[in-house]
């Protein structure tokens, strides 16, 4: 829904009537990811796409029909082998999309989350989208994190006490998708989850699905150096909060670095952390030292390979700074356990020369450690394309 976020907005506080099909479920090779939308508007304007072209007409009919009749339909789209002419995926995955009506009687909430979105504030959307009463389809629940005491401890879920808008349906089966909601917030994950008709963990029959609207995931570039701009250009674009930190204002400025969210001035070491303390690195946060001095590299990596959890740390350098880096990291005191978490020389084999170039190596090993990728060509790999997520 962020992606659309925007057009809904503009036509939900003009007051028309928005038909919203979201993808709510993926299994095997689905295009789109869960929490993708599209919709479809006044004058049958279309924004948006749940499955890249495959089913968007489908969809876009479906949604029109929904507008007229008020009533939420969960369908599943995928290969028919009974009918080549089905409505279908042509990369053999299968989806459930949910389409609903959208405007500001059946979702009076929007404005405030919308708010939420736009100021960076976490905030998780919970819809009930299959249950075996129709009276309960449709029914939100909207679940805002309090902020927490700083502490390190705490960094990987920024979270503690919660407000709640809405109802799932009943007190139980708010508690569970309250506490759940939490958890996918920490993580930034869209999820359909099940529990019996009234939130019973062990049961079936209700479907809840639950868009975790997460602030963006942090990158922090350290070393003010050329190759950090492409860094800092290609962790922008893939969605992440751009940070870059050197120790030198004569190097760090948001001149040179335009397309980073922020440019600290401080000692890498200290600035991460006093984020670290501050509870503002977490699990997705992705870490890339680029300076390769070892005045600047070695205190920073103490700091960064000895966090609770971190989503990545690389460092640059050739396999001589790389070594000797090795060895002071040890001479600190650093374990072996630790050093493995250490990504170095940074980056994937992909004969990058160029800025550009190695920031893309950097971001492709950055992916294929969240997802689950070997970072070999897929045209040699049997199997699935995409991984399951987890």
Not at 125 to 151: F, K, M, N, Q
Not at 297 to 317: I, T
Not at 354 to 371: C, D, K, L, V, Y
């Amino acid at each position: 829904m962020r992606d659309v976020l925007p057009e809904l907005m503009q036509w939900w506080r003009a007051g028309e009537t928005v038909g919203v099909g979201t993808v709510v479920a993926t299994f095997q090779s689905a295009p789109r990811p869960a929490g993708a939308s599209m919709l479809v508007g006044p004058g049958g304007t279309a924004v948006g796409s749940v499955s890249g072209g495959c089913v968007e007409g489908a969809v876009y009919d479906l949604a029109e029909s929904v507008v007229e009749s008020g009533v939420p339909v969960l369908e599943r789209y995928g290969v028919s082998d009974d009918d080549a002419f089905a409505v279908g995926l042509t990369c053999g995955g299968i989806l459930d999309v949910y389409v609903e009506k959208v405007d500001r009687e059946t979702f009076p909430e929007l404005g405030e989350i919308a708010d939420d979105i736009e100021a960076g504030r976490p905030v998780a959307l919970a819809t009930v989208i299959e249950h075996p009463d129709p009276s309960w389809l449709g029914r939100r629940l909207v679940v805002r994190p309090e902020p927490i005491v700083p502490h390190v401890s705490a960094a990987s879920t920024g979270v503690s006490a919660t407000k709640t808008l809405g109802t799932i349906g009943s007190a139980r089966a708010d508690d569970a998708v309250h506490d759940d909601a939490l958890g996918l917030l920490a993580s930034g994950s869209n999820a359909t989850l099940t529990y019996g008709p009234d939130g019973e963990r062990r049961g079936e029959g209700m479907r809840v699905f639950v868009w975790a609207f997460a602030p963006k995931p942090r990158m922090l570039v350290f070393g003010a150096i050329d190759f950090a701009a492409a860094v800092a250009r290609v962790g922008s674009f893939l969605g992440y909060h751009v940070t870059v930190c050197d120790a030198r204002p004569v190097f760090a400025t948001t001149s040179r670095f335009p397309e980073a969210d922020e440019v600290v001035v401080d000692w890498p070491h200290r600035y991460l952390a006093a984020e670290a303390e501050a509870g503002r690195v977490d699990g997705r946060t992705v870490i890339t030292v680029l300076t390769h001095d070892p005045k600047f590299d070695v205190p920073l990596l103490e700091v960064a390979l000895r966090l609770p959890e971190v989503a990545y740390v690389g460092a640059m350098g050739s396999r001589r700074t790389h070594d000797d880096r090795l060895a002071r990291l040890r001479e600190a005191g650093v374990d072996d356990k630790e050093i493995e978490r250490l990504s170095s020389p940074i980056g994937l084999d992909l004969g990058a020369r160029t800025p550009e170039e190695t920031a893309i190596s950097i971001a492709a090993e950055i992916i294929a450690g969240r997802w689950g990728g070997t970072g070999e060509r897929l045209g040699t790999l049997p199997g699935r394309i995409h991984k399951d997520l987890t």
